[in-house]
Each structure stands twice: as structure tokens, then as C-alpha cells.
Nanobody, 128 residues
């Protein structure tokens, strides 16, 4: 089972940028769906983006489309979430998650229960 470590969160002003990292250990990040979720207190975990690593196919929630970009560095065995034009409503704890052997799929990537491995979460705070 792959172990994940998420990092890169922080405090940024509205309109700014951050890049989150999800580093994998234990297995090579091949043939995975790697997703980014976010959660604010009192709300369900929301799927933000997903990358099917074998095909390098990304998916995005409508709320972040055009602002966030998910990518992978094979050499570093890591997946990144570049977040631009950040808004206060992007404030949340961000998690990465991995599901071995299946693609993201547009209507399925945001199902929390499908993911076997989760990173520990990294806090993103966007001030207005």
C-alpha cells in the first residue's frame, strides 16, 4: 500500500497562488487515481481534482476549473496541485488520496470511499 504525504499549505492573500505536493512512498505512483479533496469544518470532504497517472488525464471540480492544475513528476513520485487565483472560499484542509488500478472517471473521482490511501492533510487559508 502506498503511503502519502501532503504538504505545501499556508496562508495566502486572495488572488495568490500555492502549490500542494503529494509525495508517495512504498510504491511507484503508476496506475493510480490520485485525487485532491478539501474539507472545511462541518462539511463533507469535497473532491477538487484527480489525475489518472497512467494516462496523465486530469479532472477538476467546476469550482476550481481554470484556476487549479494537477500534475505529476514521475522522477519524484509525486503529484502536485497548483492553485492560482485563490479565493477565500478555497480555504480548507486539503488531502491527497490514491486508488490503485482504476482511473479517476468524471463522475466517480470524488467518491471518498474508493480511496485506500490518504495523506495527512495540509491547511490552506486564503485571506480576503
Amino acid at each position: 500500500e502506498v503511503q502519502l504525504q501532503a504538504s505545501g499549505g499556508g496562508l495566502v492573500q486572495a488572488g495568490g497562488s500555492l502549490r500542494l505536493s503529494c509525495a508517495a512512498s512504498g510504491e511507484i505512483f503508476d496506475h493510480y487515481a490520485v485525487a485532491w479533496f478539501r474539507q472545511v469544518p462541518g462539511k463533507e470532504r469535497e473532491g477538487v481534482s484527480c489525475l489518472t497517472t497512467r494516462s496523465n488525464t486530469p479532472y477538476y471540480a467546476d469550482s476550481v476549473k481554470g484556476r487549479f492544475t494537477v500534475s505529476m513528476d514521475n522522477a519524484k513520485n509525486a503529484v502536485y496541485l497548483q492553485m492560482n487565483s485563490l479565493k477565500p472560499e478555497d480555504t480548507a484542509v486539503y488531502y491527497c488520496a490514491a486508488d490503485y488500478g482504476r482511473p479517476c472517471a468524471p463522475n466517480y473521482y470524488n467518491h471518498v470511499d474508493r480511496y485506500d490511501s490518504w495523506g495527512q492533510g495540509t491547511l490552506v487559508t486564503v485571506s480576503s
